[in-house]
Every structure is written in structure tokens, then in C-alpha cells.
């Protein structure tokens, strides 16, 4: 093998990796030392912004198989067709941390999927968990400022959490599944993941579909106790990236089953509850479960910082025979992402190989041009506008039904979605408890909302955090009272602020 030496940016050999130039051994160093400016210049410039959530990942690569022939008589995506296998690349994190944070605060962990289909990326940013805590995205950026942290002390606040939460109702199914077994996942692996909105598919015939995405574990799924989720947030921050790493590392590849539930497009209007609302579960008795393929993560990224914090997944990328449905939230993040990504990663992000089209034509018929880093581009005689008359690509009409749409009129107006029935803001979480929750998992929550609750200093939000979880079940908010007033109030307790971190009782 011949020696390597070192080299600037621009390839030429480099004198010293020790010392920088000086005038004499002891004097000042020169600008002319242009290695050493290049060096500091290029190392202040390292990160990128992190991701303003779910900025704690990671992620690998793998391949997505339909098993199932019978969903391409839902939809005409390419990736759902009998027998196909996609390659694909999968992101997990959690959402409230920093990127140094430990992977066991207890959060929603991120389940991002970008499959390289052969008619485009198509993007699926879930959660492992099929319910949000808001149901229109105006109220995102207040959601998550009360979750992170408090403007003067820079410290997590449970006042702040519990204010929102009570003041927003809609939380309470999404609170539930939080502070239970579910919200400390043993690791990535063992935790399902959802698509969690409700999309639309289109098959050949152009017949419309609304479905929701149900990834179930092979790993089957096991949660942490309270305790030792505290005890690796101190030992091992990275315990989630670890186990996924090394499990592929050794050759046990994740594997995930894909199903969905499948609701015919005239059931939405009259439905029991709104179907499009994101903080309601389809009861499987009504829509049950429809295998359609197996996803496996087999590859690790050989760079972290090029393939996953560049790797930028968006709702937006929708591939034909997938669109969008009237979920406000799902609307919202259509904007969202795509603008996160132009000023995380910069205008020409999807250039990037982790995140450029490459089972489709990459780059050939886009009229999008130039831009910061633009480095792909088209020969001189393509016309950069159209129409054109100079034989460039032209939009094909035929493919107005890909995106599918739903019926739509109405003045414009600020207001909640056209009532159903059964809205409402506490019935499934009480369902979820009294009915999902086995006695473990029961005591699991009442174990953390007693400590988190009880590190709530004001007296108020205390109160509406103690009737919020009586809406939920009767027998719950009674135990947490009578535990609240077992322990005494916070400075009796000594308790601090926790956050998300795990609370003590
Ligand atoms: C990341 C916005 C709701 C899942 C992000 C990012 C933004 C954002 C700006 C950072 C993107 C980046 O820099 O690459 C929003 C808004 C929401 C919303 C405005 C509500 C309207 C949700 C919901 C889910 C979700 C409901 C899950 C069902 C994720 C995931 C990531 C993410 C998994 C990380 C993606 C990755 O790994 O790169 N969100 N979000 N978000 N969000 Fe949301």
C-alpha cells in the first residue's frame, strides 16, 4: 500500500499535522499559514443546526418487502406492488433532548421512514406511538416550548408541562400512553412504530382509501422501569444507539411487520369520531389490521453526520398512490419540514446521496435550479423553463389522480373540525387505561404521575393536573390524590423540577 500524506481542502501535500508556522520557534504565527487557518476555520464550522426536535437520533438502512399482493388493490404506489423490495432508511430519536441527551428520558421516541421507490422518495415521519398530544399544528411550537426549557434557568419545568397539557384536553390520550410502560422503550428495536395520521391511498382504478400505518416488532415490545431508565440515563447515555448499532453490527437484523387498517372513503363522513383527528385510535374492531410487507434494517451508516443528521425526511414526500388527508396537523407538517430542512441542511439538501431519489431519475426533470452547493445539474441544451418548445420534461395531466383529494367548501374560517358523535378529549385514554393497561402497567403510571405531578409547584396546576387525570378514569385521579397528599407538597418533598427525566417517588 503506498503512503498516505496529508493534504489541504484543495489537495496539496500539507508539511506538518504538529506544528503551525511561526517566525522563530518562539514568535508569532503567520497568516500565511493557510493549513492552520483552513483547519480552525473548517473545524468552527462542523455541526449544522440540530433539528429544533427530535434532535437525538439514529438510524440505519435496510430494504422493505410487500408479502401481501392483495394491498396493491388499495393503492398504486410503486413500493406496495406484489414482491417488491425497496431500499430504505430508518431514523429514531426522541423528541424533546438535545442532541447529547440520553436516550432513555422518558419521551415519544421518532420512527422516520425514507423509502428510494422507483417513482420518487416517499417519506413516512412517525412516532412509536399512534396518537399526538394536539390536533392542529398552530399549536405545535407552544407545545413544544412548554416541554423544553424555561427561558431564565434553562431548566425543564413540570409546571410548564402540566400547564399546557391540562389547558389542552385533547393531550390526555397521548399523556397516557406517555407516562405509562410505553414511554420508556427498552430500545429501538422493541417498540412498534406508526404512521399514526391518516393518509389517503389510491389504487389503479383511482378508487380512494384512508389508511393508517401499524409497524409491529419482530423483537416483540418491552419497556424499561422506572428506575432503570434513571439508572442508564446516568450509565449510558446512548444505550438506544448502541443496541441498534451493535445488533446489526452482529448480524441480528430488526425486523419490523408492516399492517394497516383500510377505511373506505365514504366512512369518514359519518364515522362515530372524526377519523382525521390525531389523537384518536381506529378501534381495530372496526378497521382491523391488513398485512402488507416486512421492513429490515441490515446496514449501518459509515458516517453518522452524512447519513443521518443530513438525512432530512419530510411528509411532504409523498410517492403516486399516496396523499394526504384532511388531518390539520398532517397539514402543517406538509409545510413544516421542508423549510426545516432549507435552513438546517440548506436549499439543496435532497442533492445529498442520503436523501437524493436514487431508484428514480434523480435530478433529470426538476426545474428547480441552482442555489447554495447546487452540484448536480442538467446538460447546456435543457431548456430551464416551462412550457417550452425545445423538447423539455413537461407535467403529465394523467397523473392528476396520484395525490388523490377529498371534497371540500366552506367560507374560510378558525375553527374545529365538523363534529362527529363521539369527539371527545378523554374517552380513549380512560379506554387505554382501563382496558389496555395490564396491573403492572397501571402502577407503572401511577408511580410517574405521582412523582411528576408532585414536583408541580403551583397549587393550581397541581389541582388541574389531578382532576385532568380523574377525566381520564375516576379510580386513577382518587389514588393520585390521596398519593399527592401522602407525600406533601413539593418543598415538603424536596422534590425538584424532573422534566421528562423520570421522576423519583
Ligand atoms: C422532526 C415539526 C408533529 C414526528 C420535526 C422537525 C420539525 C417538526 C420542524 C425537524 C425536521 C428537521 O430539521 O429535519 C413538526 C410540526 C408538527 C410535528 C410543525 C405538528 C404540526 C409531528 C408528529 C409526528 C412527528 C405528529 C409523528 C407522528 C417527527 C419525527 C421527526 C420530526 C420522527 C424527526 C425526523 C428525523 O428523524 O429527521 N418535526 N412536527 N412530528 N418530527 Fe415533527
Request: proline letters at 5%; zero cysteines; glycine letters at 10%.
Amino acid at each position: 500500500m503506498s503512503e498516505k500524506f496529508t493534504t489541504t481542502n484543495a489537495g496539496a501535500p500539507v508539511a506538518s499535522d504538529q506544528h503551525s508556522q511561526t517566525v522563530g520557534n518562539d514568535g508569532v504565527t503567520t497568516l500565511t499559514d493557510h493549513y492552520l487557518v483552513e483547519k480552525l476555520a473548517q473545524f468552527n464550522r462542523e455541526r449544522v443546526p440540530e433539528r429544533v426536535v427530535h434532535a437525538k437520533g439514529g438510524g440505519a438502512f435496510g430494504t422493505f418487502t410487500v408479502t401481501n399482493p392483495e394491498i396493491a388493490n388499495y393503492t398504486r404506489a410503486a413500493l406496495f406492488q406484489p414482491g417488491v423490495e425497496t431500499e430504505m432508511l430508518a431514523r429514531f430519536s426522541s423528541v424533546a433532548g438535545e442532541s447529547g441527551s440520553p436516550d432513555t428520558w422518558r419521551d415519544p421516541r421518532g420512527f422516520a421512514l425514507k423509502f428510494y421507490t422507483s417513482e420518487g422518495n416517499y417519506d413516512l415521519v412517525g412516532n412509536n406511538t399512534p396518537v399526538f398530544f394536539i390536533r392542529d399544528g398552530i399549536k405545535f411550537p407552544d407545545f413544544i416550548r412548554s416541554q423544553k426549557r424555561l427561558p431564565g434557568s434553562h431548566l425543564r419545568d413540570n409546571d410548564m408541562q402540566w400547564d399546557f397539557w391540562t389547558l389542552q384536553p385533547e393531550s390526555a390520550h397521548q399523556v397516557t400512553w406517555l407516562m405509562g410502560e410505553r414511554g420508556l422503550p427498552r430500545s429501538w428495536r422493541e417498540m412498534q412504530g406508526y404512521g399514526s395520521h391518516t393518509y389517503q391511498w389510491i389504487n389503479a382504478e383511482g378508487e380512494r382509501f384512508w389508511v393508517k400505518y401499524h409497524f409491529k416488532s419482530q423483537q416483540g415490545v418491552h419497556g424499561l422501569s422506572i428506575d432503570e431508565a434513571a439508572q442508564l440515563a446516568g450509565s449510558d447515555g446512548d444505550h438506544h444507539i448502541r443496541d441498534l448499532y451493535e445488533h446489526i453490527e452482529a448480524g441480528d437484523f430488526p425486523r419490523w411487520d408492516l399492517k394497516v387498517q383500510i377505511m373506505p372513503y365514504e366512512d369518514a363522513k359519518d364515522y362515530r369520531f372524526n377519523p382525521f383527528d390525531l389523537t384518536k385510535v381506529w378501534p381495530h374492531g372496526d378497521y382491523p389490521l391488513i398485512d402488507v410487507g416486512v421492513m429490515e434494517l441490515n446496514k449501518n451508516p459509515e458516517n453518522y453526520f452524512a447519513q443521518i443528521e443530513q438525512a432530512t425526511f419530510a411528509p411532504s414526500n409523498f410517492v403516486p398512490g399516496i396523499g394526504a388527508s384532511p388531518d390539520k396537523m398532517l397539514m402543517a407538517r406538509i409545510f413544516s419540514y421542508a423549510d426545516a430542512h432549507r435552513y438546517r441542511v440548506g436549499t439543496n439538501h435532497a442533492d445529498l446521496p442520503v436523501n437524493a431519489a436514487k431508484n428514480a431519475d434523480p435530478h433529470g426533470h426538476s426545474y428547480s435550479k441552482d442555489g447554495a452547493m447546487r452540484y448536480s445539474f442538467s446538460s447546456a441544451s435543457t431548456p430551464v423553463y416551462a412550457p417550452n418548445s425545445t423538447g423539455g420534461a413537461h407535467a403529465d395531466a394523467e397523473r392528476a389522480g396520484d395525490a388523490g383529494n377529498w371534497e371540500s367548501d366552506g367560507e374560510m374560517v378558525r375553527a374545529a373540525a365538523t363534529l362527529h358523535a363521539e369527539d371527545d378529549d378523554f374517552g380513549q385514554a380512560g379506554t387505554m387505561y382501563r382496558e389496555v393497561f395490564d396491573d403492572q402497567q397501571k402502577a407503572h403510571i401511577l408511580e410517574q404521575i405521582t412523582g411528576h405531578v408532585g414536583a408541580v409547584k403551583s397549587d393550581d396546576i397541581r389541582e388541574r393536573a389531578i382532576q385532568y387525570w380523574t377525566n381520564v378514569d375516576a379510580d386513577l385521579g382518587a389514588k393520585l390524590r390521596s398519593n399527592l397528599e401522602a407525600a406533601g407538597a413539593p418543598e415538603e418533598a424536596g422534590e425538584p423540577g424532573t422534566g421528562w427525566e423520570p421522576a423519583q417517588v
